[in-house]
């Protein structure tokens, strides 16, 4: 279902709720699919990006917005979540992610989310077991499917955490600053010695 232009002024209008989410601009795809893993596993709601507030349309850039939701639904354990649209308003693009309630856990590879009030909150262990309890055996298998995707996200970010603090790290950060500060003790005593 299209949105006309009134009900995306509307949706706008109202501000954000636990159904509504206002974005001047997403970049990142990992927050989106926070966002909607958040919507999906609450009472669905709409993603409006391009707009902050009623009086404040400042319009999306489709070609910038498309790989970052196309990488978000990457992210998450169900694609078929969410469906963007965009509508012109003010003579502006606005982005439109309408995102469904969802019988099964929706989850992004950063963790499960739900959404309240006009916030998206990580999922409580009871909320997820509930969440997967609910929809069935097949859910669970996606659950552990999860568990294992996080730690593997989990082990990436320690191995980088290593390697940024690893002798080597240092003493190449060392090397550098120690040219750095020959580099402007030199410069300095020339400019002092004249």
Request: charged share 25%.
């Amino acid at each position: 279902m299209a949105y006309t232009e009134q009900e995306v002024r509307d949706i706008i209008k109202r501000g954000e709720t636990d159904q509504v989410e206002l974005k001047a601009e997403v970049r990142d795809a990992g927050l989106l699919s926070r966002i909607i893993s958040g919507f999906a596993n609450g009472s669905g709601g709409v993603i409006v990006i391009g707009a902050q507030s009623p009086g404040h349309i400042v319009g999306c850039d489709r070609k910038q917005l498309a790989p970052v939701y196309d990488g978000a639904r990457k992210q998450l354990n169900q694609t078929q979540v969410g469906s963007l649209e965009f509508v012109q308003l003010d003579g502006k693009e606005v982005a439109l992610i309408k995102v469904a309630k969802s019988e099964k856990l929706v989850a992004s590879t950063s963790g499960a989310y739900v959404r309240k009030g006009s916030g998206t909150l990580s999922m409580t262990a009871d909320q997820i077991f509930g969440k997967a309890a609910a929809s069935g055996e097949h859910s669970l298998r996606g659950l552990s499917n999860l568990i294992y995707d996080q730690m593997v996200t989990i082990d990436k970010l320690r191995r980088t955490l290593e390697e940024k603090h690893s002798w080597k790290s240092k003493a190449t950060d060392f090397a550098i600053s120690g040219i750095i500060g020959a580099v402007l003790g030199v410069a300095l005593s020339k400019i002092f010695l004249k």
